[in-house]
Nanobody, 115 residues
Framework: QVQLVESGGGLVQPGGSLRLSCAAS????????MRWYRQTPGKQREFVAL???????QLADSAKGRFTISRDNPKNTVYLQMNSLKPEDTAVYYC?????????WGQGTQVTVSS
């Protein structure tokens, strides 16, 4: 079955960096678009970044200039490089794979930005 496993979250000081990874299995990874979302308690899940199968990328306004999304198809992995982190970036970050109406979600990884 399809599995998406996020890693790389943790505690970081404001201004710091983290790289999140999402390893996929059980799917033809290269044919799927991949997205990162984030969610804080009591709020809706928020779009962060997208990379499609043709490596077109899109970032939320809050991520532009600080975050980069990339993918390594031979490794079945998508990355989110996050720089200049702010306390408001604190959230659980989720990986999402999509192709047409089909979607899969990972279990999430916690990112906490605090001094």
């Amino acid at each position: 079955q399809v599995q998406l496993v996020e890693s790389g979250g943790g505690l970081v000081q404001p201004g710091g960096s983290l790289r999140l990874s999402c390893a996929a299995s059980g799917m033809m990874f290269s044919s799927y678009g991949m997205r990162w979302y984030r969610q804080t308690p009591g709020k809706q899940r928020e779009f962060v970044a997208l990379i499609n199968s043709a490596t077109y990328t899109q970032l939320a306004d809050s991520a532009k200039g600080r975050f980069t999304i990339s993918r390594d198809n031979p490794k079945n992995t998508v990355y989110l490089q996050m720089n200049s982190l702010k306390p408001e970036d604190t959230a659980v970050y989720y990986c999402n794979a999509f192709r047409g109406p089909t979607q899969y979600w990972g279990q999430g990884t916690q990112v906490t930005v605090s001094s």
